[in-house]
T-cell receptor, first 114, second 115 residues
Framework: KAGVTQTPRYLIKTRGQQVTLSCSPI?????VSWYQQTPGQGLQFLFE???????NKGNFPGRFSGRQFSNSRSEMNVSTLELGDSALYLC?????????????FGQGTRLTVV | AQTVTQSQPEMSVQEAETVTLSCTYD???????LFWYKQPPSRQMILVIR??????QNATENRFSVNFQKAAKSFSLKISDSQLGDAAMYFC????????????FGSGTQLTVLP
């Protein structure tokens, strides 16, 4: 069974541009969550989707948005990029939306904003 | 809001020895889950062990075990017979049983295993 796949693995963007990151969950998983990892702030929750609905959102500005498709694949978008958006973005999928469900992580997308 | 604290930014252990990583958390909830994740240089977070707060028995997975002290809000990870492959960043994480079900992570402990 394939794991969580995030594309692209690396990305370099210019300040002010926008970017879209993709996450394909494990087959059969309907819950997808996104996290931002930086040296200064650590791992912070961005949002969670389940069956195409955003269930929860972290404390990030409106420039950060996401969506989930009917096949459970998810995308997150960051508009008007700032230098501080440089980070590793991790996606995690779970079979269900229960708190007991194990979260499986992808290898992340390393975004660099210059 | 829940917080998770890992007070040891770096730890080292000799191969085959035992090491304990510390984690404390703050919550007003009674039902929750606690996790230890490992992040090797490949960056992929891997679940090491989990503990349900309602279970008094400490979780064990092969060489990994936890010491869960609910009243003290403490959740330490013990790695026995350390191996070179255990070298990684280790994160303690909390997940509520309630509406806010996202994982809240500690700042991590970088574990070095010395040959």
């Amino acid at each position: 069974k394939a794991g969580v796949t995030q594309t692209p693995r690396y990305l370099i963007k210019t300040r002010g541009q926008q970017v879209t990151l993709s996450c394909s969950p494990i087959s059969g998983h309907r819950s997808v969550s996104w996290y931002q990892q930086t040296p200064g702030q650590g791992l912070q929750f961005l949002f969670e989707y389940f069956s195409e609905t955003q269930r929860n959102k972290g404390n990030f500005p409106g420039r950060f948005s996401g969506r989930q498709f009917s096949n459970s694949r998810s995308e997150m978008n960051v508009s008007t990029l700032e230098l501080g958006d440089s980070a590793l973005y991790l996606c995690a999928s779970s079979f269900s939306d229960r708190s007991s469900a194990e979260a499986f992580f992808g290898q992340g997308t390393r975004l660099t904003v210059v | 809001a829940q917080t998770v604290t890992q007070s040891q930014p770096e730890m080292s252990v000799q191969e085959a020895e035992t090491v304990t990583l510390s984690c404390t958390y703050d919550t007003s909830e009674s039902d929750y889950y606690l996790f230890w994740y490992k992040q090797p240089p490949s960056r992929q977070m891997i679940l090491v062990i989990r503990q349900e707060a309602y279970k008094q028995q400490n979780a064990t997975e092969n060489r990994f075990s936890v010491n869960f002290q609910k009243a003290a809000k403490s959740f330490s990870l013990k790695i026995s017979d350390s191996q070179l492959g255990d070298a990684a960043m280790y994160f303690c994480a909390y997940r509520s049983e309630g509406r806010a079900r996202q994982l809240t992570f500690g700042s991590g402990t970088q574990l070095t295993v010395l040959p």
